[in-house]
């Protein structure tokens, strides 16, 4: 258990985060990918950091997870940027939610009310508040809510960043592996992985960061991961960022601009499997609403589009922690559409691990990996 | 069979016709000859047994649609599409429930959830929720009409953003003005059987008076008076909101619920799926049990075979029970 080295198996946003928070606290570290690092759905993401919007329901554990990270956000891009030298575009633009019914109001009062015990300091705006803040909105817009403390970063960017970040601190990148063949535990002595062009690899111990590829591991592993590739389709209109100050959020689709002038809208989700391709219908459905929701935007086709293939769970929640029965491996998947939010909270959760510490405690079992364990086996117990 | 289009949920010929058998509408007395003929049968015939097994299955008709389930599902806060379609088919649910205002009004092909369900020939009852008054309800519902989303609607009236209770006296105004305009009108309201009979009076087509509130799990926190709501209705009573678990799902239908609209608690289980199976097959059991009838709560303890150890018959029975093959 004392080991000093890691092997890290996923070289998206988490396992890349993972991997750098293992580094700082004097790991030997390995990440192995079995593409590009950064090429499924981290690359693809829109990169809202934004709890309060898309929490609305209440304090549970899962909006105590983001809220957590959130918070951790501005430290971690700093460092990263930092050890990289490479600018990952973090903004703490806000965001707005716009409504288009008066019975948007109540649960928006609801929101704010239990919200603004968390620092969301959200404002309940009427519509002449709404078009101060947000003018290229549909005048169709009857109320809002408005969540300063929100932020966004550009997800590519970030992913490069930790990518160089890693590097330079001495980890070991190993894209291109192909997948892995073969998980072999052996208690004190570690684990060795077999991949498909990257041969075998060793370390004391092991995470597991590989998103919607995750269920992969089940034959390796005394548990159930229950991960499915959910669709999730985005579009993204050229020198249209200027014309929307904040990130905005409808029942429909959000919006948020970059610092490229382009204002990327998402997304529309599916389940098709492991496919990537866009649809004429999951980026109509954004164009007509985009048109809608911002006039100025009607009629016009966004420049480009893009799928990523997001890992959810059953109850759309993360596995995070220790394997029972496996103490050399520790679990980080499942981050579904919350990956990029995640990703700081997870590192330092894993880094506690790995190191030894308690960690996740606050939040009680429900992300333990195993939750869905007793379910598969036949509710044997 | 004839099932609710009795409409007369609370009345023993009508659950004995559910049950699948045609006993006489007139009461305890032949019932229990009925019993006395089925036993002299000498053994439980197994397609009896199935018939029994089916009384779950009869028609439940609201609006005068005839609809196999009796499990309505809201289909707020799932995860992912994908597993919302995993609890659609466990739960066997042909109605389903949302928001007007969560939805897109413009085209209901390109909304984020309906999309995913529109292949289905699912009944929607599009929800007021978030409504405060009679007036915005009204509203709403028009909305939900003209965007081509039926005739149904769940009345959703709260007036308080905290327990998002419902509002009585609204939700009496807007479920008149909405049987006028010949709205199919469900009205969520409180446990209260008086103002769940002036609905009925007003026009509804089922009341749906709730558990708990909406989205808290904690069950049926009067079971008296959902009884009686259940006993004295004339249109079927659905329990909405505060439904937690299989548990409180067949206490509902025990207590004569007609059906059950659930969200949160599949929604947000560990497993939608497997909670939307456990749901379906504790509606069944329930309903069931309700109709199969409790035996009276009693103090004392009293054995389950007489002391002579036969089963059924007389006093003293032991040569009888020989005779019989038992």
Redesign the interface.
């Known amino acids: 258990m004392a080991g000093r080295s890691v092997l890290i198996v996923g070289g998206g946003i988490v396992g890349l985060s993972c991997a750098w928070e293992a580094a700082k606290r004097g790991f030997r570290v390995t990440v192995v990918e079995k593409e590009t690092f950064g090429g499924q759905a981290s690359g693809a993401a829109a990169g809202m950091l934004a709890p309060f919007s898309e929490n609305a329901a209440g304090p549970d554990a899962f909006f105590r997870l983001c809220l957590d990270s959130l918070n951790a956000y501005p430290e971690f891009v700093r460092e990263v940027e930092e050890a990289s030298g490479m600018d990952a575009e973090w903004r703490r633009a806000g965001s707005v939610a716009a409504a288009l019914h008066e019975a948007d109001w109540l649960p928006l009062q609801s929101r704010a009310a239990w919200q603004s015990a968390y620092g969301g300091r959200c404002e309940l705006l009427e519509a002449a508040d709404l078009r101060k803040l947000e003018p290229a909105l549909t005048g169709e817009a009857l109320a809002g809510l408005w969540c300063p403390v929100e932020s966004h970063v550009s997800a590519p960017k970030l992913v490069r960043a930790l990518e160089e970040a890693c590097r330079r601190s001495g980890v070991t990148l190993v894209g291109d592996a192909g997948g892995v063949t073969k998980l072999e535990t052996r208690g004190e002595a570690g684990a060795v992985l077999e991949t498909e062009r990257a041969g075998a690899l060793a370390a004391d111990r092991a995470v597991l960061c590989a998103g919607a590829w995750s269920p992969l591991w089940e034959r390796w592993l005394p548990i159930a991961v229950p991960v499915h590739p959910i669709r999730g389709q985005i579009c993204a209109y050229e020198k249209a960022a200027p014309e929307v100050r904040h990130m905005v959020f409808s029942s429909q689709a959000y919006w948020v601009g970059k610092q490229d002038g382009s204002l990327v809208c998402g997304a529309s989700e599916d389940h098709a499997g492991f496919e990537r391709s866009v649809t004429e219908k999951g980026i109509g459905r954004l164009t007509r609403w985009s048109g809608k929701m911002f006039p100025f935007l009607g009629g016009r086709q966004p420049s480009r589009s893009w799928a990523g293939l997001r890992p959810a769970t059953r109850d759309g929640w993360p596995l995070i922690g220790p394997v029972p029965g496996m103490p050399e491996v520790v679990v980080a998947t499942g981050h579904y559409r919350n990956g990029i939010l995640l990703s700081p909270a997870t590192a330092r959760w894993v880094g506690d691990l790995l190191d030894g510490r308690p960690a996740g405690l606050a939040y009680g079992g429900a992300f333990a990996p195993e939750r869905f364990t007793r379910l598969a086996a036949g509710a044997s117990r | 069979m004839a099932g609710w289009e009795r409409e007369d949920p609370g009345d023993l010929a009508g659950r004995e016709q559910l049950a699948g058998r045609d006993y006489p509408a007139d009461g305890a007395k032949q019932v229990v000859q009925a019993n006395r003929d089925f036993l002299a049968n000498g053994a439980i015939r197994i397609e009896q047994a199935d018939r029994m097994d089916q009384a779950d299955l009869d028609d439940l008709v609201i609006g005068g649609r005839r609809l196999s389930s009796r499990f309505f599902l809201g289909t707020g ?7 919302l ?1 995993e609890a659609l088919d466990a739960s066997g649910a042909e109605v389903i429930t949302f ?6 009004l ?2 209901a092909g ?3 959830m309906l ?2 369900v529109e292949d289905r020939g699912l009944v929607y009852l599009p929800n ?5 008054t009679a007036d ?1 309800a009204v ?2 519902a028009r909305l939900a009409r003209e965007a081509g989303l039926g005739r149904w609607v769940k009345i959703e009236i ?1 007036a308080d ?2 327990t ?1 209770l419902p509002d009585a006296l609204e939700t009496l105004k807007a479920t008149e003005r909405l049987v006028k305009e010949g709205f199919v009108a469900l009205p969520y309201t409180s446990d209260d059987p008086i103002v769940c009979r002036r609905l009925e009076e007003a026009g509804a087509s089922a009341v749906m008076p709730g558990g708990a509130p909406i ?1 808290t799990g904690l069950g049926i926190l009067n079971p008296y008076a959902i009884g009686l709501i259940a006993e004295q209705a004339r249109v079927p009573v659905i329990v909405d909101a505060g439904i937690g678990s299989a548990a409180d799902v067949a206490q509902a239908m025990e207590l004569g619920a007609a059906g059950v609209l659930v969200n949160t608690p599949v929604a ?7 909670m939307a199976r456990a749901m379906r097959l504790a509606l069944e059991a329930g309903r069931l049990s309700g109709i199969a009838g409790r035996i009276p709560k009693k103090k004392y303890a009293s054995a389950s075979s007489d002391p002579a150890g036969s089963l059924f018959g007389p006093p003293g029975g032991a040569a009888v029970l020989g005779k019989a093959g038992w």
Request: charged residues 30%; aromatic residues 2%; glycine residues 4%.
């Open positions: 806060h799932f995860p992912s599409p994908a597993v379609r928001a007007v205002r969560r939805v897109n413009d085209a390109d909304d984020s999309q995913h007021t929720s978030g409504a405060r915005e509203r709403i709260s953003p905290r998002l989205g947000k289980s560990r497993d939608p799926a497997a």
